[in-house]
């Protein structure tokens, strides 16, 4: 069984894909093992002590001044979970419920949080036996973390709440006896140590950060197929122009343009046909790489995010101190994805605007919408629309969350991130710009035989092969949502990428 040990240190993006959509299953090091349990004795002797320390033994937010007793702690701790268990609408996809587990016991396992190893080992039991929450998408300020929906994941640790198990929805009781797993009663700062964190955001952002790298990549060889489908001039693409602008992104995006269309018969030179290309296709490199440049920004945040310690009080075993602070606040999660979300919209605007190019005659001297008996036929009119449409949803969503905040508990906390508002607003941007480049790479597929194909460039003729699998040329109008749906299809299974990869090396 393929497996990941986690440690709270050195969890990566990759382990996090390999949990969450390929089932690996979690084990803890020794070390963390260790960790955790020096943290935990701390906790009991405060407990025993009856020292007074937040969350330990008094209430939380406004009544932080409220001391609990040591007899009371688990009460305290139930409540917590149920109380708070306040999420709504649809649940959160089952890929994102297994990384919030995952990088919730990544970041238990540091061993600051004063949890036990027997909870611990619970939560993830229940990642490796298939055991999911069903965690609402809605309800947090993200801060003091993901509060509500974490509560969710731990209302099934107790019994109550609910659960997917083998595809089936019910009981979080019923589905954690089908799979073998006992149930459990919180003690002392448990309930706080599991919800208090940024995973919830962090794990929606995490993902779409994975897509959005492959989807950065399909960008360029989308954009290169409509190079050719307009005869474009390369010679933008010269090296010796991006180097006097060394922005990463764009120096890299132009190489993977040459790179995919090296040996193309239908791309031209500056003058051949004409001195220069519109911005949508000239600018490309400038483009794509401006938002490669903010996905990577991101990327190191989500890294760093997931190898944290952010709940709330932080125990420090080996100094004997519990200090309450705030790296639950998911402020450095809330710009990063609201600036995820910007980038990502980018690419869905350049794309539509070289749609419109392709399906325009005014703009490409080839037949209307893209079909040889206009008028009797629509051809691609509407393709255009719904990715205009998309495009305009993607100005909207891009508007940022963080900007906003709403005081909470008797304003306690009365600065809050919104960033796992902001975690979905990303991924349902990158979800539209997906369905935008699928629009495109059909257009530009469509618009390459229209101009009477040549051959190709080295990747790009990988591309459209892969392309006309599933596709035909349209010659007579047919239903045109199956169509853009297969290209999709073809860019979340990455086998575009992997083909074009394979042939050309690693695209940048």
């Known amino acids: 069984m393929s497996r990941i040990i986690i440690d709270g240190n050195s969890l990566t993006l990759d382990d996090v894909i390999n949990v969450a959509r390929n089932n690996y299953n979690v084990e803890l090091s020794d070390e963390a093992i260790e960790k955790v349990n020096k943290a935990r004795k701390l906790v009991d002797r405060y407990v025993d002590e009856e020292n007074v320390v937040y969350g330990i033994t008094t209430g939380f937010g406004k009544f932080s001044d409220v001391v609990i007793s040591k007899e009371e702690s688990k009460q305290l701790q139930r409540n917590l979970i149920i109380s708070h268990s306040c999420g709504v609408g649809n649940p959160l996809d089952e890929d994102i419920v297994r990384a919030i587990m995952l ?83 919180l003690t002392s700062k448990e309930g706080l140590a599991l919800i208090n964190g940024t995973q919830v955001m962090t794990a929606i952002g995490a993902l779409t950060i994975y897509d959005s790298l492959k989807l950065s990549k399909m960008a360029d060889i989308t954009a290169s197929l409509t190079m050719e489908a307009q005869n474009g001039i390369v010679t933008a693409f010269d090296e010796k122009v991006h180097k006097v602008r060394p922005h990463k992104g764009q120096i890299n995006t132009a190489k993977n343009i040459l790179n995919i269309l090296e040996g193309s018969e239908m791309t031209t030179e500056q003058g051949e046909i004409r001195v220069q290309d519109a911005y949508t296709l000239r600018c490309i490199p400038q483009i794509h790489g401006a938002s490669k440049d903010a996905i990577d920004y991101v ?26 602070g705030g790296n639950f606040h998911g402020q450095p999660m809330a710009l990063s994805f609201d600036f995820l979300g910007i980038a990502l919209s980018e690419i869905a605007n350049v794309s539509e605007r070289r749609l419109e190019r392709l399906v325009n005659p005014a703009l490409s001297n080839l037949p209307a919408f893209l079909v040889e008996k206009g008028g009797l036929n629509s051809g691609f009119m509407i393709v255009q629309y719904s990715a ?42 990158m979800g539209n710009a997906r369905k935008v480049l699928a629009m495109e790479l059909l257009a530009a597929c469509q618009a390459i035989d229209l101009r009477g194909k040549k051959k190709l460039g080295k990747g790009s003729e990988i591309a459209y092969s892969i392309v006309r699998e599933t596709t035909e040329k349209i010659v007579d109008d047919k239903i045109m949502y199956n169509e853009i749906n297969k290209c999709e299809d073809l860019i979340i299974s990455n086998k575009i990428i992997d083909a074009v990869e394979k042939e050309i090396g690693e695209l940048l």
């Open 388 to 429: 205009a449409a998309l495009v305009s949803e993607n100005k909207v969503l891009a508007h940022p969350s963080s900007v906003d905040s709403i005081p909470s508990s008797a304003n306690q906390e009365d600065h809050v991130s919104m960033g796992t508002i902001g975690a979905r607003k990303a991924r349902e941007i």
């Open 103 to 185: 990088l919730r016991a990544n970041a238990l396992a540091k061993g600051f949080s004063g949890i036990r190893l027997s909870t611990l080992n619970k939560l993830i039991e229940m990642i490796n036996k298939g055991v999911h929450p069903v965690i609402p998408e809605k309800g947090s300020l993200g801060a003091s973390g993901d509060l509500a929906p974490l509560s969710h994941m731990v209302l099934v640790l107790l019994g109550e709440g609910e659960a997917y198990y083998k595809g089936n929805r019910m009981s979080g009781k019923e589905a954690m006896d089908l799979a073998g797993i006992e149930t459990i009663e």
């Open 299 to 324: 990327k190191e945040k989500v890294n760093i995010e997931i190898n944290s310690a952010t709940d709330n009080p932080l125990i420090f075993e080996e100094v004997e101190e519990v200090i309450s």
